[in-house]
């Protein structure tokens, strides 16, 4: 039975994908911002005004959407500035190198790697900072959500995934999978183990590289 949609992954660092349901519900979140100069029938479009002619005034403080503020942003015209959500501050990234574990992702941003790595599309001299941020976060918390998904097996998981952002979501699920394959491998549930398609396609890529 063929399934009506095939997943399609977020694209990687500055890149959006824009099959993917993850970077169109990503590009939806918030940026805070201010108009650098006046913009014509968009107020109505973020909320700001009663008619779709309605224009916003040069300096005005907004909430854009990441795609609209994407779209916008220029360094030569400056049409609009963006401002660093506070989870991605100087204050938050301190208790993220103090431990990251202990951050309800989930609350602070669904989308919080993905999200993070669009901000780096736009001029802030906080972006290496930011970028170094995000690394290590991922690395830090990485072991432990799949360890947790290792050792969690025939339980409800509600509470471990409960802080966790789409894309650790994403592979503590695939950390389940894998044990709920190996363990019904091992009870005979199973045919066979097959290998990986990323496997295969490395093995590919390789004998076409010696080929060559």
Not at 32 to 56: K, V
Not at 97 to 102: G, H, L, R
Request: proline share 5%; charged share 25%.
């Amino acid at each position: 039975m063929s399934e009506a949609y095939f997943p399609v992954g977020p694209g990687l660092g500055l890149e959006e994908n824009f099959l993917s349901l993850d970077d169109i519900l990503m590009s939806q979140e918030k940026l805070p911002g201010r108009a650098e100069s006046t913009l014509p029938r968009l107020a109505f479009a973020l909320g700001q005004g009663a008619g779709t002619g309605d224009s916003i005034p040069e300096g005005s403080k907004l909430e854009i959407p990441l795609w609209l503020a994407k779209g916008l942003h220029d360094s030569k015209r400056r049409i609009v500035s963006v401002e660093l959500p506070k989870i991605y501050k100087e204050a938050w990234r301190t208790v993220f190198s103090a431990d990251a574990n202990v951050v309800d992702l989930h609350k602070m941003g669904p989308y919080y790697y993905g999200f993070g790595s669009q901000l780096l599309n736009f001029d802030n001299p906080e972006n290496p900072e930011i970028a170094q941020t995000i690394l290590q976060t991922f690395i830090s918390r990485f072991r432990r959500i799949m360890d947790s998904s290792q050792n969690a097996y025939n339980e409800d998981t509600s509470a471990l995934v409960a802080r966790l952002d789409e894309l650790e979501r994403a592979l503590f699920r695939a950390g389940q999978r894998g044990l709920n394959d190996f363990q019904c491998w091992e009870k005979g549930q199973a045919s066979q183990i097959t290998a990986s398609s990323l496997v295969q396609n490395y093995g590919k890529r390789k004998f076409t590289d010696t080929d060559g």
